[in-house]
């Protein structure tokens, strides 16, 4: 049988047809990388998407369960997400740091003017 391959870059390898590969998966969502503007629901958007593909850091399972979220500390802004594989043999739990940014005027409900 021949093997799939991804529908975008025909080279990487794919189970079902129609299928994109993970590198191209991945360079998909690195191309949408949060900028200096982003908000934060699109950066944790960005950093689960991106971490759910990259699985978990111990067994890179797929499958795990995860809460991300952001905690502000000395006007710094935290993102960060509690992972907690699900995979019986691995069973891994941590705190991945995804990003650390400075607070900005709009986070504490200040226009910043041009
Ligand atoms: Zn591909
Ligand atoms: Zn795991």
Redesign the pocket.
């Known amino acids: 049988m021949k093997p799939i391959t991804c529908r975008k870059c025909d080279k990487g390898l794919v189970k079902v047809h129609g299928q994109v590969c993970y590198a191209c998966r991945l360079e998909e969502i690195e191309n949408n990388a949060p900028d200096e503007d982003a908000t934060d629901e699109e950066i944790v958007s960005y950093y689960t998407k991106q971490r759910a593909l990259l699985?978990?850091?111990?067994?890179?399972?797929k499958n795990?369960g995860y809460e991300a979220g952001m905690k502000i500390e000395n006007g710094l802004k935290y993102y960060i997400m509690f992972v907690q594989?699900?995979?019986p043999?691995?069973?891994?739990q941590y705190m991945d740091l995804l990003e650390i940014r400075e607070m900005r005027l709009r986070d504490v409900g200040i226009e910043e003017s041009e």
């Open positions: 699985g978990c850091r111990e067994c890179e399972d795990f594989c699900v995979k043999e691995c069973n891994a």
